[in-house]
């Protein structure tokens, strides 16, 4: 079969809700509003494969700050499969993120290949669904603390908060992910410290939640009630199965795992509070 040479370039605004769609079809459940924060994080990170000035082949290069990049949206066309357009969008991403720290969540079939480009396994992350089974009441909040909702705290104080969390500085995606439209987003503060903070957001089934960062076990269980009460089921969380209280937060909620990612990162692992981590931002941006 033959193979032509693609022309990759940036994709625009609007063709990000191509690779969204794209996504879906593969069975990844993107939410509905994720385009504008996605591309608020690096307008000339995801990179689209066209042929004959049409699409074939996208992928996500998202870089983050001065040192590190996140990597998604690995997706070439299934009728073009098989022709090594996935290699050329690879090197393409690959190439704009040289010098980087970079980090992805692959699918496990998939581990073997990106060891070949150098990536190493640093965690597995589980993705559970929950369908309703009622909500048990969650342990009390420290003496002084409350749950509110994201925007009565400041953002630099949320900035702050998030970056014990995430490899660098991700203020333009924090900024735009917590305001999108569908999406209910809550914190626990306590006095001036922020203790733990929540979003959730409408997909194309049901709704994912993602982050869940809390300090204590006990203010993940109160966010995790407070925004799944705010939707229907079903409910996703993506877990760092690292993270022994996370998985155990899920699994009380009777939620089952249906899909699981591999962690890996080009150099050494950066030093993030998985501890602290119940739930992924997102596989697609980190």
């Known amino acids: 079969m033959s193979t032509s040479k693609l022309l990759i370039r940036p994709m625009q605004r609007e063709e ?10 593969e069975g990844w459940n993107p939410g509905l509003d994720d385009a504008v924060p996605f591309y608020a994080a690096d307008p000339q990170g995801f990179l689209i494969g066209l042929l004959d000035n049409e699409p074939v082949a996208m992928i996500s290069a998202v870089t983050y700050g001065t ?3 996140f990597m998604g949206f690995y ?3 299934p009728d073009c499969r098989g022709r090594s357009y996935d290699w050329q ?10 010098g980087r720290n970079i980090g992805l969540d692959g699918v496990v079939d998939q581990q073997d290949n990106y060891k070949k480009s150098g990536f190493v396994l640093a965690q597995r ?3 559970y669904q929950w369908c309703g089974q009622p909500l048990s009441s969650p342990p009390p909040l420290p003496g002084g603390a409350s749950l509110i909702p994201l925007d009565a705290v400041a953002f630099s104080t949320l900035r702050q908060y998030d970056r014990a969390f995430f490899a660098d500085d991700r203020t333009n995606f924090l900024r735009s992910w ?3 439209p569908h999406c209910t987003a809550m914190a626990v503060q306590q006095g001036d410290d922020l203790l733990g903070y929540g979003v959730i957001r409408a997909c194309r089934e049901g709704f994912k939640i993602g982050p869940l960062f809390a300090d204590t076990p006990a203010i993940a269980a109160s966010l995790f009630s ?16 690292c993270n022994a209280a996370a998985v155990a937060l899920a699994e009380s909620h009777g939620m089952q795992r249906v899909f699981e990612t591999a962690r890996m990162y080009t150099q050494t692992a950066p030093e993030l509070s998985l501890q602290r981590t119940y739930g992924i931002t997102s596989f697609e941006l980190g």
């Open 16 to 25: 990000l809700d191509l690779a969204l769609a794209w996504a879906a079809a």
């Open 67 to 69: 040192g590190f990049a």
């Open 75 to 77: 997706i070439v066309r």
């Open 89 to 98: 969008i690879w090197q393409a991403a690959t190439a704009r993120l040289a």
């Open 125 to 127: 992350n589980i993705r």
């Open 178 to 180: 917590i305001a999108q």
């Open 226 to 241: 407070a925004l799944s009460s705010k939707v229907a089921t079903p409910v996703f969380l993506d877990v760092p199965e």
